[in-house]
């Protein structure tokens, strides 16, 4: 079913069929539009399905941020949030990015013609962390931009995207082979990349006080969208999940904070969600949906 107008989407808003909800409910998330605010916010009080509640939701925040690119810095309301979260981390990201990552590179090079022994110095290692925050704050950046989306196999794409890496830890893959997915790979990498690697780290430190189980990652597809799911057996989340995703909020030392951060932040662009929640004491599931 394809729409043409506002007005179609929103008598379709009121179809006692869910599906038709959601077509229209993608319809507001794809044409973002300050004009009918009020009428998504009634809409969502009133919607009990979760996946059409989940496309109003995205609609709301594309309209939040044309309303940011729409008006002036000085008369943008900060008590109703319309200053938008990620117009604001892809400026900031970008300008500490061209006017640091610069002078970090000819500060690296003086530093090992100054400093005797560099490479077993404590300012090697200084410099190296430093190094690693400017890439998190790269990914940062790059997970605020759609570049494109493209079909492809799912269970090839996660294999490669394993082989590619050595892993400490056993990884199961579990899902349909043939499933064919669509999304924008660098998107999808950056978020899925997060959760392999929390996963492994988490269950490699659960191994000095038991054996864990091996990580799963397993996929698949509802009627409306694709999921992701990475479960590891490892020590738990440790904080509460909306703590967890706040940019510098880490329970690893010598960790910038900013994993989920990416992670959450590419699911927004791709118009999906990122779930992390510990169904038992220990472990954690690690979950990315996005629309068909």
């Known amino acids: 079913m394809t729409l043409e107008s506002f007005e179609r989407a929103l008598e379709l808003a009121k179809s006692d069929s869910s599906h038709e909800r959601l077509v229209a409910a993608r319809y507001?998330?794809?044409?973002?539009?300050?004009?009918?605010?009020?009428?998504?916010?009634?809409?969502l009080g009133r919607e009990t399905v979760g996946w059409v509640k989940n496309a109003i939701e995205i609609a709301l925040t594309k309209n939040t941020q044309k309303q940011a690119e729409l008006e002036p810095p000085d008369t943008t309301d900060v008590e109703n949030k319309s200053v938008s979260y990620t117009l604001a981390l892809r400026?900031?990201?970008?300008?500490?990015?061209?006017?640091?990552?610069?002078?970090?590179g000819i500060l690296a090079v003086k530093l090992r013609e100054d400093i005797p022994n560099y490479d077993e110095s404590a300012s090697r290692r200084q410099m190296d962390h430093l190094k690693d925050f400017f890439q998190a704050l790269s990914f940062l950046r790059l997970a605020t931009e759609v570049t494109g989306s493209d079909s492809f196999t799912c269970s090839d794409w996660i294999n490669s995207l394993i082989e590619g890496h050595s892993f400490e830890k056993k990884i199961r893959l579990s899902g349909p082979q043939s499933l064919i997915v669509r999304?924008?790979?660098?998107?999808?990498?950056?978020?899925?990349?997060?959760?392999?690697?929390?996963?492994?780290?988490?269950?490699?430190?659960?191994?000095?006080?038991?054996s864990p189980e091996d990580i799963i990652i397993n996929w698949g597809e509802t009627n409306v969208d694709y999921w992701i799911a990475v479960i590891d057996d490892g020590l738990?989340?440790?904080?509460?999940t909306e703590k967890l995703i706040r940019i510098g909020a880490t329970t690893k030392t010598g960790?910038?904070?900013?994993g989920l951060t990416i992670a959450q932040q590419a699911m927004q662009s791709l118009n999906g969600k990122?779930?992390?929640?510990?169904?038992?004491?220990?472990?954690?599931?690690?979950?990315?949906?996005?629309y068909k």
């Open 28 to 43: 507001f998330m794809m044409n973002a539009s300050t004009e009918y605010e009020a009428e998504l916010n009634n809409w």
């Open 91 to 104: 400026e900031v990201a970008s300008i500490m990015l061209h006017e640091l990552e610069p002078r970090i």
């Open 183 to 210: 999304a924008d790979q660098g998107l999808l990498k950056l978020a899925l990349s997060n959760g392999i690697k929390n996963a492994v780290e988490s269950t490699i430190s659960a191994t000095q006080i038991r």
């Open 236 to 240: 738990g989340l440790g904080k509460p």
């Open 255 to 258: 960790h910038f904070g900013m």
């Open 274 to 290: 990122l779930s992390l929640f510990s169904p038992n004491s220990t472990g954690a599931v690690f979950e990315l949906r996005w």
